[in-house]
């Protein structure tokens, strides 16, 4: 996949590419169906399942920390895009507003538009994981997942839910969208865990 688009990483970026992704010149956008167009005043995000049930808003959002992140993005279709410049709210800083039932081992992302994901919490409560507004400085655009999307840097960038609307906290591991069609349940890409062995 070399050329006018992706380029094969130098020997010197070995810790930060895995093992067979190139790196992309520009910033491709990857969604599977439809954009869906939300305003952000019509944002929320909810909290179901095994946890203290809980809805935010866009100011909700804005009235908790915001941190500046610059992370690496591995899509699983083999190209990486290293050091994007996100700002938004850690999921621990979300997280510590909620009491989680101490019996929830996993989450399902929730999208607007129908598409889900799922993470252990283990995963999920990461301290490098965030949920973004803000891409190179400027809202998050629609395409990329705006008004909010979770950021999941340590994982296949199909973790990285954009247009984030329900986090489902869940008592065992079950299969968001890409993991029923194949992917792999957690997509290490240290691990090239792209697709199930189940
Ligand atoms: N809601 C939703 N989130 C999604 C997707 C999608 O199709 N729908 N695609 C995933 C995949 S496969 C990738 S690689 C990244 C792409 O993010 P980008 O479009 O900002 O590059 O979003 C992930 N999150
Ligand atoms: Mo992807």
């Known amino acids: 996949m070399a050329g006018k688009f992706f380029e094969k990483p ?8 895995p093992p067979g992704q190139n790196l992309a010149k520009g910033f491709p956008v990857l969604t599977y169906g ?6 952000w005043a019509d944002w929320r995000l909810t909290l179901s399942g095994l946890v ?15 941190s500046d992140f610059t992370t690496d993005f591995h899509c699983v279709t083999t190209w990486s895009k290293l050091d994007v410049s996100w700002t938004g709210v850690k999921i621990t800083d979300l997280m510590a507003t909620v009491e989680l039932d101490p ?3 996993h989450v399902m992302l929730h999208c607007y538009g129908g598409y889900t994901t799922n993470l252990d919490l283990a995963d999920f409560l990461r301290p490098e994981n965030f949920l973004a507004h803000t891409l190179n400085g400027e809202p998050l655009p629609a395409e990329r997942g705006g008004p909010v999307r979770v950021v999941v840097p340590h994982l296949y960038a199909w973790k990285s839910a954009k247009w984030i609307s329900n986090l489902d906290f ?6 968001g969208f890409w ?7 957690r997509g290490n890409p240290w691990a090239t ?4 062995d189940r």
């Open 193 to 196: 865990e792209r697709y199930s």
């Open 52 to 66: 203290q049930p809980k809805t935010f808003t866009w100011d909700d959002l804005m009235a908790l920390p915001q």
């Open 10 to 17: 130098g020997p010197e970026l070995a810790d930060r590419v």
């Open 34 to 39: 439809e954009t869906p167009e939300i305003r």
């Open 103 to 105: 019996q929830a081992v």
């Open 179 to 185: 993991e029923r069609h194949g992917y792999h349940m």
């Open 170 to 175: 869940l008592a065992q591991p079950e299969p």
